[in-house]
């Protein structure tokens, strides 16, 4: 097939580069070049620290834990605006986004006053002994805030192009909800469920304003690594900031790979001729 040429495709394509090398790859790339100054001894100091692995430890495990929650939730959420026709659901559909427009500082204050010992849900759960603020429960419900929209708004557009007919047929053939959710619905959505995940997690990963309040920033208990970071730069420790940064890159490029090539694997296993779907010994 002989490749379209759209006018004005070089130009387009020049700024397009100028513009992602100045935006993404030089600050990146200057954040590399800066850290190659650093010696082995500072990156073995730094990552060897009890407090900077207590921090690691819980940036990773609060945001893959609230990006799976979210997954869970996102999809039911994202099911119920495309399927059902329901007073308000426009206004259900508009305030998903909230997160994404709301700064990230107000959201860590709206949550700490909700979740807070005085708060309509604090003081409740304080009575059943849960506490939410200045744990690293309440780190989890900031990042669970955050990352919704990534899942839902991922996850929306792939449920509006499901054809039902093929739900309809399976159902004829005999299928039960959970088999049709499981050998229908959920291959189509599993590439979408994946990069919800991820985005999620990303933005867990590096999230701040809406944490730095109802964590509390305790050391060794309720510190992020994005906290970590702006208390090193606040104590001049421009060594440790600039490791700790290049070990979130790091980590967020390694994840970003794997579950690409993850979401490819499954896209070309959907399109073998074995992933027809059958139902009872039946093609749908």
Do not use: H
């Not at 590399?32 to 921090?55: E, H, I, M, P, Y």
């Not at 119920?80 to 007073?87: A, G, Q, S």
């Not at 309720?222 to 906290?227: D, G, K, Q, R, S």
């Not at 970071?229 to 700790?244: R, S, W």
């Amino acid at each position: 097939m002989q490749q379209m040429r759209l006018p004005g495709k070089g130009l387009s394509l020049g700024y397009s580069m100028l513009w992602l090398s100045v935006i993404v790859v030089m600050p990146l790339t200057a954040l590399g070049w800066k850290s190659a100054s650093l010696s082995f001894a500072d990156l073995f100091n730094t990552l060897g620290d009890v407090r900077v692995r207590a921090a690691l430890s819980l940036s990773l495990s609060t945001a893959a834990f609230a990006a799976a929650i979210n997954v869970v939730f996102g999809l039911i959420v994202a099911w119920v605006l495309v399927r059902y026709d329901f007073f308000g659901r426009k206004i259900f559909d508009a305030v998903i986004d909230l997160p994404f427009a709301l700064p990230t500082a107000v959201a860590g204050i709206a949550l700490t006053a909700v979740y807070g010992q005085n708060g309509i849900f604090g003081a409740e759960l304080a009575k059943l002994g849960i506490k939410v603020a200045y744990t690293p429960l309440g780190v989890l419900v900031a990042l669970i805030f955050v990352g919704l929209p990534f899942v839902v708004r991922t996850v929306q557009p792939i449920i509006q192009d499901l054809n039902s007919d093929v739900e309809e047929a399976a159902a004829i053939l005999g299928a039960n909800r959970f088999c049709i959710f499981r050998r229908i619905i959920l291959p189509e959505l599993t590439p979408a469920l994946a990069t919800g995940f991820t985005l999620a997690f990303a933005r867990g990963l590096g999230e701040y304003g809406s944490v730095v309040f109802i964590s509390g920033n305790l050391p060794l208990r309720t510190e992020v690594i994005p906290l970590l970071i702006v208390t090193k730069l606040e104590q001049y420790d421009y060594a440790g900031a600039m490791i700790l940064a290049i070990a979130m890159l790091f980590i967020s490029l390694l994840i970003l790979l794997l579950l690409n090539a993850l979401s490819r694997w499954q896209n070309r296993s959907m399109m073998t001729p074995n992933s027809q779907n059958t139902i009872n010994g039946d093609s749908v």
